[in-house]
């Protein structure tokens, strides 16, 4: 199901986020219900799985790393999931006139069971907690952003600036040689360094786009300098 500003929800469980860019294992076992029997809890959720997917790219600006939307939109798209779900409750008919059709002859309209309705206490109450469960794991991707901040001045780089630069010094085939294989080895380590995706708590993140962009700066690079 979608979400507002284009936060995708899927139809996963949840994970850990990790130290580094290439995630590791902090599990995100908040539990919604306070581990209650019977009430909802991230704790059951798969390891390496994420609930919302979100993909990370350069700014508008190109200066530095944003998210394809905003994470505190999660909040909202499972609270209207909740109050999705609570509406379907509220349509589930009798099972008398099917069962004895002949006795509901006369009545055109609709019946059906008694649910839950969404202004009961109880139901405010887990809301509440739902809401909250999922406020807590928003810090974590502010966390994972700031890991990519080093990446930044590469992001800024622009291949043909930089050979021009490189030209106007005029340096001897021997440094351009080494220069080449030095940003050969940076595209490689860039590659290894990034992930494709990386569960942080409840995100599965997507770098796959970001991580080419920037290995493909340094392969720019080199095959520019080639060319000298």
Same mark, same amino acid.
């Given at each position: 199901?979608?979400?507002?500003?284009?936060?995708?929800?899927?139809?996963?469980?949840?994970?850990?986020?990790?130290?580094?860019?290439?995630?590791?294992?902090?599990?995100?076992?908040?539990?919604?219900?306070?581990?209650?029997?019977?009430?909802?809890?991230?704790?059951?959720?798969?390891?390496?799985?994420?609930?919302?997917?979100?993909?990370?790219?350069?700014?508008?600006?190109?200066?530095?790393?944003?998210?394809?939307?905003?994470?505190?939109?999660?909040?909202?798209?499972?609270?209207?999931?909740?109050?999705?779900?609570?509406?379907?409750?509220?349509?589930?008919?009798?099972?008398?006139?099917?069962?004895?059709?002949?006795?509901?002859?006369?009545?055109?309209?609709?019946?059906?069971?008694?649910?839950?309705?969404?202004?009961?206490?109880?139901?405010?109450?887990?809301?509440?907690?739902? +809401?909250?469960?999922?406020?807590?794991?928003?810090?974590?991707?502010?966390?994972?952003?700031?890991?990519?901040?080093?990446?930044?001045?590469?992001?800024?780089?622009?291949?043909?600036?930089?050979?021009?630069?490189?030209?106007?010094?005029?340096?001897?085939?021997?440094?351009?040689?080494?220069?080449?294989?030095?940003?050969? +080895?940076?595209?490689?380590?860039?590659?290894?360094?990034?992930? +494709?995706?990386?569960?942080?708590?409840?995100?599965?993140?997507?770098?796959?786009?970001?991580?080419?962009?920037?290995?493909?700066?340094?392969?720019?690079?080199?095959?520019?300098?080639? +060319?000298?």
């Amino acid at each position: 199901a979608g979400g507002g500003g284009g936060t995708t929800v899927t139809a996963a469980g949840g994970g850990g986020g990790g130290s580094g860019v290439g995630g590791g294992g902090t599990g995100a076992a908040a539990g919604v219900g306070g581990g209650d029997a019977g009430e909802v809890s991230f704790a059951s959720m798969s390891q390496g799985e994420g609930l919302f997917v979100l993909e990370l790219r350069p700014s508008e600006c190109k200066q530095h790393f944003v998210y394809s939307s905003e994470g505190s939109a999660c909040v909202a798209v499972c609270s209207e999931v909740l109050d999705l779900r609570l509406q379907s409750l509220n349509d589930v008919p009798q099972l008398e006139p099917s069962i004895v059709p002949q006795l509901f002859r006369t009545v055109v309209y609709k019946q059906v069971l008694s649910a839950v309705d969404t202004t009961e206490d109880w139901i405010i109450q887990r809301r509440a907690r739902l +809401e909250a469960a999922v406020q807590r794991m928003l810090p974590a991707l502010g966390e994972y952003l700031q890991l990519f901040v080093p990446y930044e001045a590469l992001l800024k780089l622009d291949p043909v600036d930089y050979v021009q630069e490189k030209a106007a010094a005029d340096i001897s085939t021997e440094e351009a040689k080494a220069c080449v294989l030095e940003h050969l +080895e940076q595209e490689q380590q860039v590659l290894s360094e990034i992930p +494709e995706t990386v569960v942080v708590g409840l995100f599965e993140i997507s770098c796959s786009e970001i991580r080419k962009t920037l290995a493909s700066r340094h392969k720019k690079i080199a095959d520019l300098l080639l +060319e000298l």
